[in-house]
């Protein structure tokens, strides 16, 4: 009677153990492409329009037989930015592409518009330490929170709500989901930099920052300076942009210094505008030349191969560029320049005398366009149950000699790194890069010196830390490349 009831027991056992197998079969999601959607877009955009695209052999053309075979692939990576990622050649060489859960944010940020305090920064290494960081204010964005609080540019930081600023906490502190923080103010005395008791609390709101900072004509004996601070290549401000160059013909200006130095890029096509703005005598030339991978430079060459190419233009639409006629510019750099700041140094190079005056710049010589889950994979008729999009790097940009190496940045031609000590007000004539360019443009400064205050070691700046920083983009992918590819 035992024996039986101990059979019987393994029996039941074994039968409710099959049952739960059973039933964690049925939990299991099984691959197909109606719960992969998300993944199915990663990988059929990549496949598209990715820059490297041949050297990932999971993006091959021939890499699946058929959809299941994908699919069962694609079931590996639950997480899609960890698939974003696996489908990517390394940092090294793919320093610059990203993907977001939500376009409106994305769409927003290449606009200029954001979840900002106003306090646009850099940050550096504090002296002798390869940990703590500290912060230094660049400027106030006109308009937000920071613009009627105590702090303006030159200030330093190196606390956020009482906890020191790290290599490894910098972004939970400042980029972290709490829109209120108060910064610990410091100074900088012999060789420390030390807590000065002073706070400022700062709120994020929705800002949308006007990239036009300064404007104005210095005039120096028969010299007329136009000097603009431009801080980011923002289409809805191209028409602003214009404005302000229609102020400088109109005031006779007869040398130019364009401030790129906190610029970090943004619109190929503002791109284009401003150096015809600059220009004007080569309308119809090119500017710049777009590389793409195999499969869509052989679509371009065989369909349109003026496609490719950007050209000097006299007219934002049906508005008529205001050029300024320059034969030469004088463009400020630091090492924040970076995409379209660093693609009006190299387009303009064949075609008028570009002098660089600072620092070394990002070397970003690549651009993107942003990528839906779409029929086409443009912003219309997107998929409604996800807000997934990608920002991958398309495209390489050289100027029309065919350069394009930068990947280190580019050199100034006369050096002058900004120094704290040193910064001076932006737009002043005795701010050090600025007077050093009206040295040069007057003909009073004959030697470069680099200025005497303290250097220390840059580790990041508010843009870049920014995902939608440092950007070159286009506004959609070419027309008709998916009709010729489907």
Same mark, same amino acid.
């Given at each position: ?27 299991? !999601? ?184 300064? /404007? ?7 010299? /007329? ?55 004007? +005598? ?32 006299? /007219? ?46 990002? %070397? ?20 409604? /149950?996800?807000?997934?999009?990608? +920002? ?48 040069? !443009? ?26 939608? %920083? ?17």
């Amino acid at each position: 009677m035992k024996k039986y009831i101990s059979v019987l027991t393994i029996a039941i056992l074994l039968l409710s153990t099959l049952q739960a197998c059973q039933k964690d079969q049925d939990d299991i !999601i099984q691959p197909n492409s109606e719960n992969l959607e998300v993944q199915n877009f990663i990988w059929k955009g990549l496949n598209q329009y990715y820059l490297w695209q041949t050297d990932v052999p999971n993006l091959a053309d021939n890499r699946f037989a058929n959809q299941t075979a994908k699919d069962a692939f694609l079931i590996n990576y639950k997480v899609p930015e960890e698939l974003f990622d696996a489908l990517r050649v390394g940092p090294t060489i793919d320093r610059f592409s990203w993907m977001v859960d939500d376009y409106v944010t994305l769409e927003q940020s290449l606009q200029g518009t954001s979840k900002n305090n106003g306090v646009d920064f850099g940050l550096s290494y504090k002296p002798n330490s390869t940990t703590e960081v500290f912060g230094y204010v660049r400027y106030i964005i006109p308009g937000s929170d920071a613009a009627n609080k105590d702090i303006r540019r030159g200030d330093i930081f190196t606390a956020v709500n009482g906890t020191q600023l790290t290599v490894s906490n910098y972004e939970s502190l400042l980029f972290g989901t709490n829109d209120n923080y108060t910064l610990n103010m410091a100074d900088y005395v012999g060789s420390t930099i030390s807590s000065n008791g002073k706070t400022v609390a700062l709120t994020k709101t929705t800002l949308t920052e006007n990239p036009i900072l300064v /404007k104005k004509v210095i005039t120096i004996g028969a010299k /007329k300076i136009g000097y603009l601070m431009y801080n980011g290549f923002y289409a809805d401000f191209d028409l602003q942009l214009n404005t302000a160059f229609g102020d400088f013909k109109t005031q006779g200006i007869t040398d130019l210094v364009l401030d790129l130095r906190y610029n970090s890029g943004g619109s190929v096509r503002t791109a284009t505008y401003l150096a015809s703005m600059i220009t004007g +005598q080569h309308t119809g030339k090119v500017f710049a030349k777009q590389q793409w991978n195999s499969k869509i430079n052989a679509y371009f060459e065989r369909e349109d191969p003026n496609g490719l190419r950007n050209f000097f233009t006299d /007219k934002i639409g049906s508005t008529p560029i205001n050029s300024v006629n320059m034969s030469k510019v004088y463009i400020l750099t630091t090492k924040s320049s970076a995409s379209a700041s660093e693609l009006i140094i190299n387009g303009l190079k064949p075609h008028v005398n570009v002098v660089q005056i600072g620092d070394v710049t990002t %070397g970003k010589n690549v651009g993107s366009v942003t990528l839906y889950d779409s029929p086409d994979l443009g912003p219309n008729n997107k998929n409604p /149950k996800h807000k997934y999009a990608m +920002q991958p790097i398309v495209l390489k940009i050289v100027n029309s000699e065919g350069f394009g190496d930068y990947f280190n940045g580019l050199t100034p031609t006369h050096e002058l790194k900004e120094t704290i000590s040193t910064f001076g007000v932006l737009g002043n004539e005795n701010e050090p890069l600025l007077k050093l360019a009206i040295a040069k !443009i007057t003909g009073t400064g004959k030697m470069t010196t680099q200025s005497t205050g303290k250097q220390f070691e840059f580790f990041k700046d508010s843009k870049s830390m920014n995902p939608f %920083g440092n950007q070159m983009y286009l506004e959609k992918a070419p027309d008709g490349i998916q009709k010729a590819f489907n």
